[in-house]
Nanobody, 126 residues
Framework: QVQLVESGGGLVQAGGSLRLSCAASGRTFSSYAMGWFRQAPGKEREFVAGISRSGGSTDYADSVKGRFTISRDNAKNTVYLQMNSLKPEDTAVYYC???????????????????WGQGTQVTVSS
């Protein structure tokens, strides 16, 4: 089992940047595909970005392509989400998630993930 703890959220003006971190417990972090999701009030949780076990493959939601970058440091058991050119519509609670079954590639479907963090609030003001 793995525990995930997100950090780095906050209030930022439109056009600004934030870097989210997700620290994982345990010694098998490199065996998990990781993802970032977000959920705005009244909306379903949606995929934002995902990264394969090795970090060699990434994928993004169309709404964040070119603005967000996901990365991971397996030595530090941490996955990151660099968010640039933030927009008010990026406002949401951001969650990281871990999938233990994917052998390769990026997982985009939330129901495939096994573990979730508690979330961190990102608010973008206009």
């Amino acid at each position: 089992q793995v525990q995930l703890v997100e950090s780095g959220g906050g209030l930022v003006q439109a056009g600004g940047s934030l870097r989210l971190s997700c620290a994982a417990s345990g010694r098998t972090f490199s065996s998990y595909a990781m993802g970032w999701f977000r959920q705005a009030p009244g909306k379903e949780r949606e995929f934002v970005a995902g990264i394969s076990r090795s970090g060699g493959s990434t994928d993004y939601a169309d709404s964040v392509k070119g603005r967000f970058t996901i990365s991971r440091d397996n030595a530090k058991n941490t996955v990151y989400l660099q968010m640039n050119s933030l927009k008010p519509e990026d406002t949401a609670v951001y969650y990281c998630a871990a999938d233990r079954t994917a052998v390769a590639g990026v997982i985009k479907h939330k129901y495939q993930y096994d573990y979730w963090g508690q979330g961190t609030q990102v608010t973008v003001s206009s």
